[in-house]
């Protein structure tokens, strides 16, 4: 009963307490603010806190003298900054089917994703001094570079400002917009995916965050190429150049697109600790790379051909790395890594993506790339196999140079086009064709000719008049200094053997005849005031060759391109 009346009074005194708060704050309205004043101190102070662990997410955080408000994004865009940039039959299905990698191709991937590393910013405004290069004058066509296309524009402005700060060798900056940690990796992702050339670019960055995960400060790491930059461009661009001067004589973009396919399949060994091996460097300068070397630089050279060809990233048993090419109105994938085999094949190129499914899937911003459906020049490869390249000592790892055998395993199996040449302009039309397939470098070639025709090829080389019917104007397209041909012409069957015989000859590429004659000649151009090029030669006799007029004859030709 006395505990009952002690809570009573305890319950009273607190009601009369109650009574006269009220009256005093209707009284008096400057109390009330006060007391307002300081329980919003106190909330804020247990909030912030609360904050001061993990990064999260959401609406932006206000200080006193900071508001981080995040980037706009437009209509049409996920909240990320994306929006798929093709037409709705060109949208990729991701495969609902599991995969079946096939045993030889296991353990051939080597792609590492995009990574970022988040560090909490202080709560300090960023410093516009220290955006470094903005990019603000950079434009890039979404034809050639697809990842930019599928950024809003708030996104496409720092896409902008990170490639011009890693062509400038910018390793800290201020991000022109404020991106969350997601819409960050999308940029850093789009400008890895879009751009082979900045092969010091590494798949690693860091950003310092605020507390409400707006990016304050973005950093790029390079490799070590960045510190010797002008010369491993220099090779770089050396290295590129010299199967590009191969292509480009081709007509067709199928025909340059398989060129550079067969050049690094000769060119490149797969080594999964090769160095810098998510560069296109290490492929053509190191010549020792994972999918991801094969297949930016692969993207690279069609680039610089003018033909479409993306970066795609996905899975294959593990994170793998392919490309996609448009040839005509359509999309292809191609996996030069997958091609290069023993021997090497036309298995992955220009697949559509029903055929890849079965062993390849798209991650990241790679479903938004273009669906593949194209055949036409899937068809123009079936059985077939890839042209033959080595170096001149046959090693396909030595740097040294390297020889082109342009029809080998094309067209009959001994690097034969199929054609009887019955004249000297045939000839000279056919010998430019095949020079300009093989590129710079050393080139192994060869034609078949009827007798009176061979009379004529050899006064030709005997004058030096071959260098006006073909050679010069080689050397004037590839922009080369010096070219050396070596002819050997060797019986390759009568004139009247029938076709069965003739095919068994094209097959085994066995002659009846001996060589007995040899034209070598050694051509240098040099430039004039006039812009026009004189030639300088060196000449020996052919060795007395003599035609018989009931045969046909095969001429081998070593030609030694600088």
């Not at 067709?252 to 399949?265: I, Q, S, T």
């Given at each position: 009963?006395?505990?009952?009346?002690?809570?009573?009074?305890?319950?009273?005194?607190?009601?009369?307490?109650?009574?006269?708060?009220?009256?005093?704050?209707?009284?008096?309205?400057?109390?009330?603010?006060?007391?307002?004043?300081?329980?919003?101190?106190?909330?804020?102070?247990?909030?912030?806190?609360?904050?001061?662990?993990?990064?999260?997410?959401?609406?932006?955080?206000?200080?006193?003298?900071?508001?981080?408000?995040?980037?706009?994004?437009?209509?049409?865009?996920?909240?990320?900054?994306?929006?798929?940039?093709?037409?709705?039959?060109?949208?990729?299905?991701?495969?609902?089917?599991?995969?079946?990698?096939?045993?030889?191709?296991?353990?051939?991937?080597?792609?590492?994703?995009?990574?970022?590393?988040?560090?909490?910013?202080?709560?300090?405004?960023?410093?516009?001094?220290?955006?470094?290069?903005?990019?603000?004058?950079?434009?890039?066509?979404?034809?050639?570079?697809?990842?930019?296309?599928?950024?809003?524009?708030?996104?496409?402005?720092?896409?902008?400002?990170?490639?011009?700060?890693?062509?400038?060798?910018?390793?800290?900056?201020?991000?022109?917009?404020?991106?969350?940690?997601?819409?960050?990796?999308?940029?850093?992702?789009?400008?890895?995916?879009?751009?082979?050339?900045?092969?010091?670019?590494?798949?690693?960055?860091?950003?310092?965050?605020?507390?409400?995960?707006?990016?304050?400060?973005?950093?790029?790491?390079?490799?070590?190429?960045?510190?010797?930059?002008?010369?491993?461009?220099?090779?770089?661009?050396?290295?590129?150049?010299?199967?590009?001067?191969?292509?480009?004589?081709?007509?067709?973009?199928?025909?340059?697109?398989?060129?550079?396919?067969?050049?690094?399949?000769?060119?490149?060994?797969?080594?999964?600790?090769?160095?810098?091996?998510?560069?296109?460097?290490?492929?053509?300068?190191?010549?020792?790379?994972?999918?991801?070397?094969?297949?930016?630089?692969?993207?690279?050279?069609?680039?610089?051909?003018?033909?479409?060809?993306?970066?795609?990233?996905?899975?294959?048993?593990?994170?793998?790395?392919?490309?996609?090419?448009?040839?005509?109105?359509?999309?292809?994938?191609?996996?030069?890594?997958?091609?290069?085999?023993?021997?090497?094949?036309?298995?992955?190129?220009?697949?559509?993506?029903?055929?890849?499914?079965?062993?390849?899937?798209?991650?990241?911003?790679?479903?938004?790339?273009?669906?593949?459906?194209?055949?036409?020049?899937?068809?123009?490869?079936?059985?077939?196999?890839?042209?033959?390249?080595?170096?001149?000592?046959?090693?396909?790892?030595?740097?040294?140079?390297?020889?082109?055998?342009?029809?080998?395993?094309?067209?009959?199996?001994?690097?034969?086009?199929?054609?009887?040449?019955?004249?000297?302009?045939?000839?000279?039309?056919?010998?430019?064709?095949?020079?300009?397939?093989?590129?710079?470098?050393?080139?192994?070639?060869?034609?078949?000719?009827?007798?009176?025709?061979?009379?004529?090829?050899?006064?030709?080389?005997?004058?030096?008049d071959y260098k006006k019917g073909y050679l010069s104007e080689v050397l004037r397209n590839m922009n080369a200094f010096t070219g050396k041909v070596t002819v050997v012409p060797e019986i390759w069957k009568d004139a009247e053997t029938t076709e069965s015989e003739d095919s068994t000859d094209k097959t085994t590429g066995t002659t009846t005849g001996t060589t007995t004659g040899e034209s070598e000649t050694e051509t240098s151009t040099e430039e004039t005031e006039t812009g026009e090029s004189e030639t300088e030669e060196t000449e020996e006799e052919n060795g007395g060759f003599k035609v018989d007029h009931t045969k046909q004859y095969i001429l081998r030709h070593v030609v030694v391109i600088e």
């Open positions: 009963m006395k505990a009952i009346k002690t809570i009573l009074y305890v319950l009273g005194g607190l009601f009369a307490a109650l009574c006269i708060f009220v009256l005093v704050a209707a009284f008096n309205p400057e109390f009330t603010k006060k007391l307002s004043s300081g329980i919003g101190s106190l909330e804020k102070e247990y909030k912030n806190e609360e904050l001061s662990g993990d990064i999260p997410t959401g609406s932006p955080q206000e200080t006193e003298d900071v508001v981080v408000p995040p980037v706009v994004i437009e209509e049409g865009y996920d909240e990320n900054g994306l929006r798929n940039p093709y037409a709705e039959k060109l949208h990729y299905e991701v495969p609902d089917t599991e995969l079946e990698v096939p045993k030889d191709m296991a353990g051939i991937y080597g792609y590492i994703p995009m990574a970022g590393r988040e560090d909490l910013a202080q709560q300090e405004p960023g410093n516009e001094e220290a955006y470094g290069e903005t990019g603000e004058n950079l434009d890039f066509d979404t034809t050639i570079y697809p990842y930019y296309g599928m950024l809003s524009d708030g996104l496409q402005r720092v896409y902008r400002q990170v490639y011009a700060n890693a062509v400038a060798l910018n390793e800290t900056f201020v991000p022109l917009e404020n991106l969350s940690a997601v819409q960050m990796q999308n940029v850093m992702e789009a400008v890895y995916n879009d751009h082979p050339e900045l092969f010091w670019l590494d798949t690693a960055f860091s950003c310092k965050y605020y507390r409400n995960g707006i990016c304050k400060e973005l950093t790029l790491k390079f490799n070590w190429t960045s510190e010797q930059l002008e010369d491993c461009q220099r090779e770089f661009t050396d290295a590129v150049n010299d199967i590009v001067y191969g292509a480009i004589n081709y007509t067709e973009d199928f025909e340059k697109e398989r060129y550079v396919h067969d050049a690094l399949l000769g060119r490149i060994k797969y080594n999964l600790a090769a160095d810098i091996g998510q560069s296109a460097y290490s492929a053509l300068v190191g010549r020792e790379t994972v999918c991801a070397g094969y297949s930016r630089a692969y993207q690279y050279i069609l680039q610089k051909l003018g033909i479409p060809c993306y970066y795609c990233t996905g899975y294959a048993g593990e994170n793998h790395a392919w490309n996609i090419v448009k040839l005509g109105n359509a999309y292809y994938n191609v996996d030069v890594t997958w091609d290069d085999v023993e021997p090497n094949s036309y298995d992955y190129f220009n697949q559509t993506d029903k055929a890849f499914s079965k062993d390849h899937v798209r991650t990241g911003l790679s479903v938004y790339l273009p669906a593949c459906k194209g055949t036409k020049y899937q068809k123009q490869t079936e059985g077939r196999k890839p042209n033959t390249w080595q170096n001149s000592s046959g090693n396909q790892t030595d740097q040294s140079g390297k020889t082109y055998y342009p029809e080998s395993d094309w067209g009959d199996g001994v690097g034969y086009d199929g054609q009887l040449l019955t004249s000297l302009q045939d000839y000279y039309d056919n010998c430019k064709s095949q020079l300009s397939k093989g590129g710079m470098g050393t080139v192994i070639f060869y034609n078949v000719v009827d007798s009176e025709t061979l009379e004529e090829i050899l006064a030709a080389y005997n004058s030096g």
